[in-house]
């Protein structure tokens, strides 16, 4: 057989094609006896052991004529594309932002501000760009500095903020405040810097700035970000103990630490204090519960993954689809990853790309193409964009990767 042959085939009312093409609305309809012909493509070992079934290359209209592939000559039919099964949804559709300025001027203070930050990136250096603004025709104002401030904070380019911080702290026509101090403590602080950010503190310590919580919290985080699991925890029992008082995002944030440090029974002792009504002042959120769910996930203990699930509704906390997503991860039979993927959508929730992910991974390592293919029909329907690294499904014996859609 030739690499790539193209021939025209009959395919009668069989019991196997009736189960290949029974989600296509035009083949349904017809009778079991008739006869539908059709060109087929028969690929000798094409990109093996990998089907690539990208929805930007495969769309077909209602009306055009389906196309078969096979891997070799001694494995089974992989996959099959039927007529309108792929048909072209809404979301392909890209929509033209329409923008309103309230007049020319703002018109053009909003696009100076965007050649401005494009600026930035194109060049990779904050301050540079900045400096030579307002060396220029000092038309740097405070608000425009503010507004790239927040802008780059939104986006979470967190080297920039603390570049940008750094620069106005030398300025004299910038009155550096206590904000900026914590900002600058935060950058640092994501970014994983925490010599930079015990720098900043100790500063703010002998200006007699009072102690923040929100700068103890950042410079817990930068040492979790460094790796430096016992500090961070150091961080956090001295707030407990002498102030300032941890807030439910430093609750969050050491969690998130002693979970990725692998310090399960540390985590567990600060979430059942949480629990505890009497002790504890705050009361554990959908972000703490996710969390633990996590953690007891890496431990392998799905059985008390499980019973925080249900605590969570006791609680009244809000379940979310991240919730659901986290207990589908755990199960390993098709039959349970589904029973809580409707539990989900009786829920009023809506699956999310991991959802879908999930449910097709598990059809697939049970050998259930069929069930795979038509939840995948069924994200594309509901309008979800799938990314590369999520939308692998396991299709066994072979892999099924779904492609990103552009």
């Avoid at 941890?246 to 600060?270: D, H, M, R, W």
């Amino acid at each position: 057989m030739e690499a790539s042959h193209s021939s025209s085939s009959s395919i009668y009312g069989s019991g196997l094609h009736q189960n290949l093409f029974r989600r296509s609305p035009l083949v349904s309809a017809m009778p079991l006896n008739s006869r539908l012909s059709f060109p087929t493509t028969l690929v000798a070992n094409p990109l093996p052991p990998k089907l690539y079934f990208s929805t930007k290359h495969a769309i077909l209209r209602v009306g055009q004529s389906p196309r078969l592939l096979k891997i070799d000559g001694n494995n089974p039919l992989v996959g099959v594309i039927s007529m309108g099964m792929l048909a072209p949804r809404k979301f392909f559709k890209k929509r033209k932002k329409v923008e309103h300025f309230k007049d020319a001027a703002d018109e053009a203070k909003q696009k100076s501000w965007r050649r401005l930050m494009q600026e930035i990136e194109d060049t990779g250096s904050a301050s540079t760009v900045l400096r030579r603004q307002r060396t220029n025709d000092q038309s740097l104002s405070k608000d425009l500095v503010l507004g790239t401030l927040v802008r780059f904070k939104q986006m979470k380019k967190w080297h920039y903020v603390s570049e940008i911080l750094e620069w106005l702290r030398d300025q004299s026509w910038w009155d550096f405040s206590e904000m900026d101090f914590l900002m600058l403590i935060t950058a640092y602080g994501k970014q994983g810097d925490f010599n930079k950010a015990e720098k900043i503190l100790s500063f703010m310590n002998k200006k007699c700035f009072v102690p923040s919580v929100v700068s103890h919290t950042a410079l817990m985080e930068a040492y979790g970000k460094g790796g430096r699991y016992n500090n961070a925890e150091a961080i956090f029992r001295r707030m407990q103990s002498s102030g300032p008082e941890p807030s439910a995002v430093t609750y969050q944030i050491i969690l998130k630490i002693l979970v990725e440090g692998n310090k399960f029974k540390e985590a567990e002792e600060v979430f059942e204090t949480l629990l505890d009504e009497e002790k504890s002042p705050l009361k554990p959120d959908q972000k703490m519960f996710h969390m633990m769910i996590y953690m007891y996930k890496k431990a392998g203990s799905y059985e008390k993954a499980r019973k925080l699930f249900a605590l969570m509704a006791e609680r009244g906390v809000k379940q979310s689809t991240v919730t659901y997503n986290s207990l589908m991860s755990f199960e390993t039979n098709y039959k349970e990853v589904s029973k809580i993927y409707d539990q989900m959508q009786r829920a009023g929730l809506h699956p999310d790309v991991v959802s879908y992910a999930l449910l097709i991974n598990a059809y697939g390592k049970a050998r259930r193409e069929e069930e795979a293919l038509a939840v995948f029909e069924e994200m594309l329907d509901a309008g979800i964009r799938c990314v590369s690294s999520t939308c692998i499904f396991n299709l066994k014996p072979q892999w099924l990767e779904i492609n990103a859609v552009s």
